[in-house]
């Protein structure tokens, strides 16, 4: 009987503190949109380089946190506020980039089977005038949800230096600005 006794008690307890409810942590499923190497640590990887033809084109990479339940309506922008920024932190003179100097679509529908889209940016080496010159692409808005503040904006740029560009292994330059 006082075996039967310590059992009962033993599962008591039991019960009681596993009946207890467990503060469990919540998180934050909304999706958050944010450009692939978008801010500026990113800045030498966004430099457009043409080859012999006359246009580039330029892949964005936008993505968001988490898969989407419905298909989201996105806009991109020009933010030349930011190129104007990043000249006065870093002590550098890009110019802005002519508006036909480039072109994309500015009003994007993400799809719902991936956390990854691709944004196509056509640049115009015939309007580019010699020198650095720099658009920084902004995601202006996201219906429904979140922008990550901290990669919302992508600083697209050529450089005018004359050494820039990709060499083969022979050390001919075979891309140019």
């Known amino acids: 009987m006082r075996f039967l006794r310590s059992v009962f008690a033993i599962v008591a307890l039991l019960f009681v503190f596993s009946a207890c409810k467990k503060s ?3 998180y934050d499923t909304t ?10 640590s990113y800045f030498d990887n966004n430099i457009i380089l043409f080859p012999s033809a006359d246009t580039v084109r ?6 968001s ?13 020009v ?6 920024l990043y ?33 196509p940016i056509t640049f ?9 010159v720099m658009t920084p692409i902004k995601i202006a808005s996201v ?15 050529t450089e005018s230096n004359e050494l820039s560009g990709i060499y083969n292994s022979a050390g001919n330059k075979i891309m140019y600005i």
Request: proline share 4%; hydrophobic share 35%.
């Open 79 to 84: 933010a030349d506020d930011y190129r104007q």
């Open 65 to 77: 946190t988490f898969f989407l339940s419905k298909p989201v309506t996105i806009t991109l922008g």
């Open 87 to 119: 000249n006065a932190a870093s002590g550098t003179d890009y110019a802005a980039m002519p508006a036909n100097g480039f072109s994309f679509q500015s009003t994007y529908t993400a799809s719902i089977n991936s956390i990854y889209d691709t944004i």
């Open 58 to 63: 330029f892949n964005l990479i936008l993505s």
């Open 24 to 26: 469990s942590p919540t």
């Open 124 to 132: 115009y080496k015939s309007y580019l005038t010699s020198g650095n």
């Open 143 to 157: 219906s429904d949800y979140t922008i990550d503040t901290g990669a919302s904006v992508i600083y697209l740029h």
């Open 31 to 40: 999706p958050n949109f944010y450009f692939v190497s978008g801010g500026t």
